[in-house]
């Protein structure tokens, strides 16, 4: 070949290069998103998981996509979205918003890394063998929402010392969150308080459990935590003005739709921190390696428009308390 010839050749070569690497880009990562509720009241918490992806590189609608699946509160499809989701190749699977979603998931694969959030203590659970090591393809973030049931009654008693009857509202589907509601209901039973125990595990039943409050004359109302009554936590809230009932919610969600007063983990931090997790693990970290996180941030809200409408004097050294007052 002459010398002329062979320059043009690899001139030829240089200026393919450049074309040949742009057509092998590297295809998004693909994260499953695995949830038993709805979209409407999550907005904050994904928006929360998403930003945590991008501060560690990973910017849905560029080098990331990820693929939504919402059970609208039916449970039973959880097996079949997670089974979906398998489908889609997805390199993760986070779940939340449902004590079932994240056995659906594990059930659905034993290899894809699975990264959860929940109430619940993990273990019991049956998602990881130990908080440390957590063995096989699953962690998370373990807020331990279903243990504060206690503070929230004591809560309450500050905000109402005659407190005398209290309704105690709890899912009987979802046994870990009934069990924290039995436990409120006895120590509630210890200081002398009446108990009446009202149970839901759909919008329907909620409605019904309210109308029961007619004939009982609470002082107050507990609502557990529990993935259905956050669902349904404006009904909860609107329910609970139109029979004039102070209650003690989960979540600071239920106090900014109007609810009387919350207690509770910070739901966004620990999305936050779940989403810190799905960008070490695509970037190579294993679950197994990876201790479960347990959320220690906690938020206490009162609603101070509430309780005037209420007719409920929130005493001062309680105000002083609170990490947020609603006016």
């Given at each position: 070949?002459?010398?002329?010839?062979?320059?043009?050749?690899?001139?030829?070569?240089?200026?393919?290069?450049?074309?040949?690497?742009?057509g092998q880009e590297q295809a998004p990562a693909v994260i499953g998103f695995l949830n038993g509720q709805s979209a409407d009241g999550y907005k904050r918490n994904v928006a929360a998981f998403r930003q945590a992806l991008a501060e560690h590189g990973?910017?849905?609608g560029q080098n990331l996509r990820i693929e939504y699946r919402w059970a609208d509160g039916r449970e039973d499809r959880l097996p079949e979205l997670a089974a979906d989701l398998l489908r889609r190749d997805v390199a993760?699977?986070?779940?939340?918003?449902?004590?079932?979603?994240?056995?659906?998931?594990k059930a659905a694969t034993k290899t894809i890394p699975i990264v959860f959030s929940t109430g619940l203590d993990p273990v019991k659970a049956g998602y990881v063998a130990s908080i440390n090591r957590p063995g096989g393809n699953v962690t998370g973030i373990a807020f331990l929402a279903s243990q504060l049931s206690g503070k929230r009654l004591g809560l309450l008693r500050q905000l109402l010392p005659q407190l005398a009857i209290l309704a105690i509202l709890s899912n009987p589907k979802h046994h870990a969150n009934a069990a924290d509601g039995s436990e409120a209901a006895n120590l509630a039973r210890s200081m002398g308080v009446k108990v009446h125990d009202l149970s839901a595990s759909n919008e329907t039943e909620v409605a019904a459990a309210f109308a029961t409050l007619d004939g009982m004359k609470v002082d107050a109302l507990l609502v557990g935590p529990d993935p259905v009554f956050f669902d349904n936590r404006r009904r909860i809230v609107a329910l609970a003005a139109q029979y004039a009932v102070p209650a003690a919610y989960e979540l600071r969600d239920f106090a900014d739709d109007g609810g009387l007063m919350s207690y509770g983990p910070?739901?966004?931090?620990?999305?936050?921190?779940?989403?810190?997790?799905?960008?070490?693990?695509?970037?190579?970290?294993?679950?197994?390696?990876?201790p479960v996180m347990q959320s220690t941030k906690f938020e206490f809200v009162i609603n101070l428009k509430t309780a005037k409408t209420l007719g409920v004097t929130v005493p001062p050294t309680l105000l002083a308390t609170a990490d947020e007052v609603i006016e």
């Open positions: 070949m002459r010398r002329r010839e062979f320059i043009s050749l690899l001139g030829g070569a240089a200026v393919g290069w450049p074309l040949a690497a742009v990973y910017v849905e993760l699977i986070f779940c939340a918003g449902s004590p079932t979603a994240t056995l659906a998931a910070g739901i966004v931090d620990a999305y936050h921190q779940a989403g810190i997790y799905a960008a070490r693990i695509l970037k190579g970290e294993k679950p197994a390696d990876l």
